[in-house]
């Protein structure tokens, strides 16, 4: 309740907020702050929420679009950053709220990290595997290269291509190799390349840097060209100790650009000296040969002799084999007259009548012994059946019956049999079944 006296200053809760966010900007401003990520969200604005907390305390914090964008790497849960930040108050919520400027991984550079965390995923994808990689052309019509227009990569390259092989036409897409921009200029020179139908291998690279200076062979928009590309690429970007993403990607890498220009067109010194070597060795095994069959027609000349003198050999040669065949026949002729007349004595003997005779004894002494059997069976089998009724004849119910006895049922023929008097009263009607019909009876008295 409020005295009386002097009225105090009331605020309306926007007044008080407003005073809160001014004791905010003019008391802590802009800071940086160390801490830990966690429910990180992605809305399709491109804006990320975020909250920025250690072990005792948690902030909400938000990166505008035009901030994050600029990001180069991924921020994700779990990963501890330093951010640059205004602390303020948001008035629909009356929520204290860090509106981050700018990030940076906390124990590794940003650059770095990015880097780590493009290569897993391309990784992932494959465009790393050697089953993708393609073999370089062994004699290229055209080399393509993309780098800078001035520097000493391009003039190392030039001169490397035209001592080694000057047969291989070199097509320059100049690019910016390092700056803002780049990567696209250096995927739209590879994308450039590939429309020309001669050059069969290009080349992407540029002298050494720092890693900032390279960064431009590290973007993903460069990755995915050279993955995307028809024709084989080799990545020669800064010196052998330096590795970019582009290097994974390319069909070959090379530690230096003149490395890569002499990796990818032979030395015309060295295919001379083999052109040479192998003019030789051929003019050689040509005179080989040439010697050889020289040789070898000298021996059948001197094997063949005079022709005339050959062929009338030959002639008489004919004639004794002719001679001699026809004996040879005339003697097969008889003994395969012999062969079939002593066949025919033999079909005549043991032939089909003779057979017949021998089957139909066998079968006749067959039957026989099967009708002895047969009767020999049946006269067992009746003794056998003789015994089972006789035996049936004793144990029947119907054999007592015969010799005088009877069976007592209660009640009618169909009721159950009495096999104990006690089982009976005085006055019951009982059935008596005979041997041969049936008689109803009462009894009257029971004994025992």
């Given amino acids: 309740m409020l005295r009386a006296g002097r ?12 005073l809160l966010r001014g004791a905010l900007d003019a008391g802590v401003g802009t800071v940086w702050v160390a801490g830990e990520i966690s429910n990180l969200k992605r809305p399709a604005s491109g804006h990320l929420y975020f909250t920025l907390k250690d072990d005792r305390t948690q902030l909400a914090a938000v990166m505008f679009r035009s901030a994050a964008q600029v990001l180069v790497f991924q921020p994700v849960d779990g990963m501890d950053v330093v951010v640059r ?9 009356g929520a204290l709220q860090l509106y981050v400027e700018a990030m940076e991984p906390r124990g590794l550079g940003a650059l770095t990290l990015a880097f780590e965390q493009l290569k897993a995923r391309l990784g992932a994808e494959g465009l790393f595997a050697d089953a993708r990689k393609r073999p370089l052309p062994r004699w290229p019509r055209a080399v393509g290269i993309v780098t800078a227009l001035h520097g000493a990569a391009i003039h190392d390259m030039r001169t490397v291509l ?9 097509v320059l897409r100049p690019v910016r190799v390092q700056g803002r921009g780049a990567a696209r200029e250096i995927a739209a020179g590879i994308e450039d390349l590939n429309r020309l139908a001669d050059v069969d291998v290009v080349i992407i690279g ?24 028809t024709v084989p690429v080799v990545s020669a970007v800064g010196h052998e100790v330096d590795f970019t993403i582009a290097d994974f990607v390319a069909d070959a890498r090379a530690p230096t650009p003149t490395a890569a220009a002499a990796l990818v067109v032979p030395d015309q010194a060295e295919v001379v000296g083999a052109l040479a070597r192998a003019e030789a060795g051929l003019r050689g095994a040509l005179a080989r040969r040439v010697g050889q069959a020289r040789e070898r027609l000298v021996t059948l000349d001197s094997r063949l ?21 026809d004996r040879a026949l005339m003697r097969r002729l008889a003994w395969d007259r012999r062969e079939l007349a002593a066949l025919g004595a033999r079909l005549e003997r043991g032939g089909p009548p003779a057979r017949l005779r021998g089957a139909r004894e066998q079968l006749d002494a067959a039957m026989g012994r099967l009708r002895f059997a047969a009767a020999m069976r049946v ?9 089972t009724a006789a035996q049936l004849d004793a144990l029947s119910p119907l054999a007592c019956l015969e010799r005088g006895y009877a069976i007592v049922r209660r009640g009618d023929a169909a009721g159950p049999v009495v096999s104990d008097a006690a089982a009976l009263r005085a006055g019951e009607t009982v059935a008596l079944v005979f041997a041969r019909s049936r008689a109803r009876a009462r009894v009257e008295d029971t004994e025992g």
């Fill in 7 to 18: 009225a105090p200053r009331i605020l309306s809760v926007t007044e008080l907020a407003q």
């Fill in 85 to 93: 930040a205004r602390a303020d108050l948001y008035p629909a919520r």
């Fill in 162 to 170: 035209a001592r080694r092989w000057p047969a291989a036409a070199v």
């Fill in 206 to 229: 540029r002298g050494g840097g720092s890693l900032e200076d390279l960064w431009a062979f590290n973007e993903e928009v460069v990755a995915r060209a050279i993955a995307a590309s």
């Fill in 305 to 325: 002799g005079d022709p005339a003198r050959r062929l009338r050999d030959l002639t008489l040669r004919v004639d004794d084999l002719g001679a001699r065949a």
């Fill in 379 to 387: 006269r067992h089998a009746r003794a056998a059946l003789e015994r």
